[in-house]
Nanobody, 123 residues
């Protein structure tokens, strides 16, 4: 089993920045591919970013490319999502997820999920 705990969400003005953290426990972190997803009110959960086990490659949704950066510190068992130039449409609950196989945009590949952290961007 893997436990994932997100932190770092909050209220920020448009154009501002936030950094989300996802602390993992219960399994060798370096064996897990990590992903971030988000769900806005009334919408389906969507892919934001993912990163491979070594951190050597990362993938992004078009809507966040160039503004968000996913990273990881395997020594600290933590994955991060740096969010810059935030927009009101980035408002959502952000979820961290872990995969024992590949880093992908597909939700069904991720078998461990955090509880989510709220990000609200005001205009």
């Amino acid at each position: 089993q893997v436990q994932l705990v997100e932190s770092g969400g909050g209220l920020v003005q448009a154009g501002g920045s936030l950094r989300l953290s996802c602390a993992a426990s219960g399994r060798t972190f370096s064996s897990l591919a990590m992903g971030w997803f988000r769900q806005a009110p009334g919408k389906k959960r969507e892919f934001v970013a993912s990163i491979v086990q070594s951190g050597a490659a990362a993938y992004y949704a078009d809507s966040v490319k160039g503004r968000f950066t996913i990273s990881r510190d395997n020594a600290k068992n933590t994955c991060y999502l740096q969010m810059n130039s935030l927009k009101p449409e980035d408002t959502a609950v952000y979820y961290c997820a872990a995969s024992i196989t590949i880093a992908t945009f597909r939700e069904d590949v991720y078998i461990y999920w955090g509880q989510g952290t709220q990000v609200t961007v005001s205009s």
